[in-house]
């Protein structure tokens, strides 16, 4: 089979012919027929994640399930599945109180590889997934039967993008009806925080950006308002003019830059919630008065891929989706063949795509 190799950071990718064993117990294989590029793949080949080298990445996929190891009973041959990189043993102390997404369990695939290439050296599995490559072997806890009705490559943005950026506002914050939100970044992730709102039923729902076609994508997906803060000087001020003067309710900051979680600070009202979606580096700080948190009843939270219950989840998404609640169509910019998978990170890197979709 084909994959896409990662083996000099900052480098093109190779497409090249490697070897992946069976499935072993708990585990299952999957020919994969789309893979979505999210900015945690650019992270990892470009050094920013893993520093290991030489890695397939890719996590956010849909594919068939087309052999199983012992002992599997989430999934069968044949069945339409979507990919992610969540793994949950159901058994921990994080999967019993209904937070699988912090599953402390140990796995077999975190120190061991089903990837070759073929010189027979081991390829690590990108964000535990390893999704660039036309098949893929994963814990049982990763896939999720779906519908075989569903488009496999709207399927795929369901693994991550959608439930990370929806997840956050739906249940890692649990907006309530006509509060005010703030999303800071329009990109994949942060259009779906705006449709995570909508569907909280939020108002106003305000878009900040950098990129005009990012707004527009943002007033497309339901926000109310944006903001260009390349263009305004201080963006806050226009939030607190939305918003009776107060400030926002809640502020999603959907990008792993600490200098834009301190401009978010600024925008919510006392009582007001400022949530981290976008990863930052590992030994990225920020910095806040503390007084006025005390004073204020403001909180700071972090939201690892939206909270989600990926089994819970993924189902209601898709039926959201399947009755035109939940836009999919619109995520994808465009789909390419897996031979021009460097064209499409390109293209995700400049900010030209929400998603852009590996078929195979």
């Excluded at 369990?105 to 990837?115: G, H, I, P, V």
Aim: glycine content about 10%; hydrophobic content about 45%.
């Amino acid at each position: 089979m084909k994959a896409a190799v990662c083996y000099e950071f900052g480098k093109p990718l190779v497409i090249e012919e490697v070897e992946l064993d069976a499935p072993k117990t708990g585990e299952v294989k999957v020919r994969l027929a789309a893979t979505a590029v999210c900015h945690s793949d650019l992270n990892a080949i470009r050094g920013r994640a893993d520093p290991y080298l030489p890695l397939v990445a890719g996590h956010e996929a849909a594919g068939v399930v087309e052999e199983i190891g012992e002992g599997v009973t989430l999934a069968q041959p044949g069945d339409p599945v979507v990919v992610s990189l969540l793994r949950s043993c159901g058994r921990c102390f994080f999967c019993t109180t209904g937070l699988p997404h912090k599953c402390e369990a140990k796995f077999a695939l975190e120190t061991e590889s089903r990837l070759h290439n073929r010189h027979g050296e081991a390829l690590r599995q990108g964000i535990r997934t390893a999704a660039f490559a036309e098949c893929t072997v994963v814990d049982e806890s990763q896939v999720v039967r779906i519908p075989p009705e569903m488009p496999l490559d709207r399927a795929a943005l369901l693994a991550c993008g959608v439930i990370t950026g929806l997840g956050a506002v739906v249940n890692t914050a649990q907006v309530e009806p006509y509060s005010s939100v703030v999303v800071i970044g329009t990109g994949g992730v942060g259009v779906n925080a705006i449709q995570g709102a909508l569907l909280a039923g939020a108002h106003p729902i305000i878009a900040v950006d950098i990129l005009a076609n990012k707004l527009a994508a943002a007033r497309d997906f339901g926000a109310t308002h944006t903001i260009n803060a390349a263009e305004q000087s201080a963006p806050e001020d226009h939030v607190k003019e939305l918003t009776s003067g107060r400030g926002a309710d809640y502020v999603f900051v959907t990008v792993g830059n600490p200098d834009v979680v301190a401009q978010g600070l600024k925008m919510i009202r006392w009582e007001g919630s400022v949530v981290m979606v976008g990863i930052p580096a590992e030994c990225a700080t920020a910095s806040f008065p503390v007084r006025q948190f005390v004073v204020g009843g403001q909180r700071i939270v972090g939201s690892c891929m939206g909270s989600t219950r990926l089994h819970v989840d993924v189902p209601r998404l898709i039926n959201l989706y399947q009755h035109g609640r939940l836009k999919l169509d619109e995520l994808i910019t465009a789909h390419y063949p897996l031979e021009r998978i460097n064209e499409a990170i390109e293209s995700m890197e400049k900010g030209e795509a929400l998603r852009n979709v590996i078929v195979f």
